[in-house]
């Protein structure tokens, strides 16, 4: 059982959470007989890193890393960092 809370919005300004999977790719250049580089180059997909970042939509300044937030077991954010609000209800600690 994961410590945290389950979260719909941003705990701290209450927009939506955005998260995102960090994937792998390299941008493979041939090089030429020239010994150049070639200004073509082919994407080759490394897959997933299996790296998870969140961060608010709102750029409030709420973010998670890799560690401070997961999936519960029915794909719900379940946020391991702000866990000091109770209930899951937003608190304003910034004004503007
Ligand atoms: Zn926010």
Known sequence: ????I???CC??????????SLCQYSLDYKI???GRMSKRYRKTDCS???VWLAC???QCGAIWEEGDFAWD??????????????NGTSVREYDY
Do not use: H, W
Not at 1 to 4: H, K, R, Y
Not at 13 to 19: H, N, S, V, W
């Open 73 to 86: 077991g029915r794909d719900r954010f379940l946020d391991m960092k702000y866990t000091d609000e109770q």
């Open 11 to 20: 705990p701290i300004c209450g927009a939506p959470i955005t998260a995102s």
């Open 32 to 34: 030429l007989k020239s």
């Open 6 to 8: 389950v979260r719909n």
């Open 56 to 58: 608010c939509s709102a």
């Open 48 to 50: 997933s890193m299996e």
């Open 1 to 4: 059982m994961l410590d945290g």
